[in-house]
């Protein structure tokens, strides 16, 4: 099997990858993601990882600075490698976006502001999600399309790339963005390091009626793995925030913030007629969303036009941003949902209550032999297997890692299985809920496969434990 750019996975990919190697550091050459996966089934076989997918952080030693020899090559390998990621000429999956239903199954419009659940508690009750699970289906599904569109409008902007690092834009595939909203701005970053002037689209802001939403991506580019593995919690920017955070996802925080979104808020919000804000975002974005919020709701609550405006986070698969003093202040101010399925990797690094700091890694990280504190914020509503409207059974095969199928592994739990999850709530059968072959097997099940499913040749994948 071949390992591509899964953009929006590769991370977690990547860690795995150089874990079940185990080379010696230091590497001359990176070997490229192809080869490595390849390796790696050939020490491997068809065996799965010693721990479960739900206890990551244990299972690879991340948290344990005694262990940081070993463990540090794994990450440096990490980082390394995935700066292949980024391939040119990788496919523009525009293509596959479908429209966002509006209205919920007993046909009430959709989004709604979610219930106010301050102070966050660590979980809150699994009912919320048939609540208020329309709402959190529309910013999921409409999120994900801006995710499917970012690669195809990728543009030299300033036409200064000397690398050929860039996926191929396709400007004449559009986002589609849903019927009756305004897009008051869409805010590009620059891949900034291998790809000089080359931007991509990393939010949005939406507009109808009173309703203000703002979407935020996944990891996509070169600079966004780079922002993901600047992990140390050195302050950076202007944003008030409390507690120590995420270096990298704090730097962008700031940029959305000074490049768009307070404007967006002062003139919508404070000076105009919007009485409830949204953010959303995935992976990354997820992380990024956490301090958005936090800002936004601390930006509204100190202008007495808006002190009572309440702003919702959905965050879909979030990576840990901040220490404890960070979750127990954002914990008390946003009213926020945390989404993760239960064997997704993203949503447990960096790791908590430490997450080890190494030497000799691409991203320099301040404090090289220690550990940063994450503690994970409130508000989390689990996605359990057994919630699959499909395929609950395969769904729960997941809890097991095997080297071999790690690209498919990442597809389905980091990003099908929020699409599948959501799509119970409204009608849409477009669910990416398909892992297994319907009709050769008796997983039965309704709607769409989920990338790279089901599988053609071998065994069916994930494997009956
Ligand atoms: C991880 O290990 C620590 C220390 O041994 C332990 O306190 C914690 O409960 C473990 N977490 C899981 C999810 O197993
Ligand atoms: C990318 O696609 C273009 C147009 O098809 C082609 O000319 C170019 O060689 C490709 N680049 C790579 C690195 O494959
Ligand atoms: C849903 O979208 C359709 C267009 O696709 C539109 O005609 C309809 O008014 C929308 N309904 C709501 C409740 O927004
Ligand atoms: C429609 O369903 C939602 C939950 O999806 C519920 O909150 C709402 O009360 C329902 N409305 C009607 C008219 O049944
Ligand atoms: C950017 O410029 C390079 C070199 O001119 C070109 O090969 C590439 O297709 C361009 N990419 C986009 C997305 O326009
Ligand atoms: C862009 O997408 C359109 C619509 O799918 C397609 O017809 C066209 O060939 C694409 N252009 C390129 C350069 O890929
Ligand atoms: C970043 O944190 C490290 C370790 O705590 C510290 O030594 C260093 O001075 C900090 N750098 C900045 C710029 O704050
Ligand atoms: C970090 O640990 C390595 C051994 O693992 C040691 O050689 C090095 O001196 C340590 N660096 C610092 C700054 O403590
Ligand atoms: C799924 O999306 C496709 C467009 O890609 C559309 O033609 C089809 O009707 C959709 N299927 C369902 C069940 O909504
Ligand atoms: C399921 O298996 C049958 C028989 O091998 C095959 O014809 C069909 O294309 C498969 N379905 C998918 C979605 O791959």
């Known amino acids: ?32 993601i192809d080869s490595l996966e390849g390796d790696m089934c050939n020490i491997y076989g068809e065996a799965a990882l010693p721990f479960a997918a739900n206890n990551f952080c244990n299972g690879t030693g991340f948290t344990t600075p005694g262990l940081l020899g070993y463990r540090c090559d794994v990450l ?94 396709n400007s004449s595939l559009e986002w589609l963005r849903p019927v009756g909203w305004r897009v008051l701005s869409t805010l590009w970053v620059k891949d900034g390091l291998a790809q000089a002037g080359v931007t991509w689209p990393f939010a949005t802001v939406l507009l109808k009626g009173k309703q203000l939403v703002i979407l935020i991506r996944g990891t ?30 704090t730097a962008l925080a700031n940029t959305l913030w000074s490049i768009g979104l307070r404007a967006a808020l002062f003139t919508n919000v404070v000076e105009g007629s919007v009485t409830s804000v949204s953010v959303a975002g995935h992976s990354l974005g997820a992380g990024v969303s956490q301090l958005v919020a936090y800002a936004a709701q601390d930006y509204l609550r100190h202008r007495s036009r808006s002190a009572n405006v309440k702003v919702d986070a959905y965050l879909f698969a979030p990576p840990n941003a901040g220490d404890a003093t960070w979750a127990a202040g954002f914990n008390k101010l946003v009213n926020a949902r945390r989404f993760p399925f239960i064997y997704d990797i993203i949503p447990q690094v960096p790791c908590t209550p430490t997450m080890a700091a190494c030497k000799n890694t691409v991203v320099p990280n301040p404090n090289p032999n220690g550990t940063w504190p994450y503690t994970t914020v409130g508000g989390t509503l689990q996605l359990l297997p057994a919630g699959m409207p499909s395929q609950a059974a395969q769904w729960g095969m997941l809890s097991k890692m095997y080297p071999c199928q790690l690209e498919r592994f990442v597809l389905a739990t980091h990003i099908c299985s929020y699409n599948c999850y959501f799509s119970q709530y409204v009608s849409d059968k477009n669910n990416t809920c398909l892992l297994w072959n319907t009709t050769t097997t008796s997983a039965g099940g309704v709607g769409t496969y989920c990338s790279q499913y089901p599988v053609t040749s071998g065994p069916q994948y994930p494997f009956t434990p």
């Open 1 to 32: 099997m071949r390992v591509r750019a899964a953009g929006l996975g590769g991370l977690l990919l990547s860690v795995l990858l150089v874990q079940a190697l185990a080379l010696p550091w230091p590497y001359n050459n990176v070997p490229s």
């Open 76 to 169: 440096a390998l990490a980082e390394h490698t995935f700066q292949s990621f980024s391939k040119p000429n990788a496919t523009c999956p525009a293509a596959k976006q479908t429209r966002a239903a509006n209205v919920s199954l007993n046909g009430t419009a959709i989004p709604w502001p979610l219930s106010d659940q301050r102070p966050l508690p660590a979980n809150l009750p699994a009912s919320l999600l048939a609540a208020e699970g329309p709402s959190m289906y529309w910013h999921w599904k409409n999120l994900y399309n801006f995710e499917l569109w970012a690669p195809c409008a990728a543009t030299n902007a300033s036409k200064t790339q000397t690398s050929g690092w860039v996926r191929m834009g």
């Open 220 to 249: 996509e580019t070169y600079a966004d793995w780079l922002t993901d593995f600047t992990y140390n919690e050195n302050k950076t920017g202007t944003l008030s925030l409390p507690g120590a955070t995420h270096q990298g996802f």
